[in-house]
């Protein structure tokens, strides 16, 4: 039996061992909103906010669209870290490290400048929609006698 993974979970742990994007967002790499943040720091939230999968029997592919928050201190900053991020995810597939998944596609969805105005002043934020497609380590598809 394989459990799929967690998309958002896989996609933190990737982008955080990805040195073009710590390098703008330190290990600021979230899948819930973080409690602190320093005023002016930048940070990423990464969030399911659907898909489905492609196959249901045997379930063991998921396609999960995630919804990616990059704030910066300003919107310049921002801007260069989902930059840095739609590169590294441009680039991501295959088994990971500890046979945690196996990516096997991304897509880009829209890419919105948004600033948070839950903050005073407003936030600068980029919002990215990407759709990933993964399955457990190690599942192999086979063909399902009909």
Known sequence: MYAIPDAAWLMQTYLRGFAEVTDLVAQRIYCAFPRQ???GESFVLIQRI??????????????AVLQIDVYGGRAADA????????????IWQGEQPDNSGNVCGVEFGPLR????????PPRPRYVADVSVTLK???AVLARTPT
């Not at 400048?113 to 005073?120: A, C, I, L, V």
């Open 37 to 39: 943040i320093p005023h």
């Open 113 to 120: 400048y948004q600033p948070d105005e839950t903050w005073k």
């Open 136 to 138: 457990p380590s190690g």
């Open 79 to 90: 801007h260069k870290a989902v930059a840095a991020i739609r590169f590294a995810l441009s």
């Open 50 to 63: 659907g898909g489905s999968p492609p196959l249901h029997k045997p379930l063991v592919v998921d396609l």
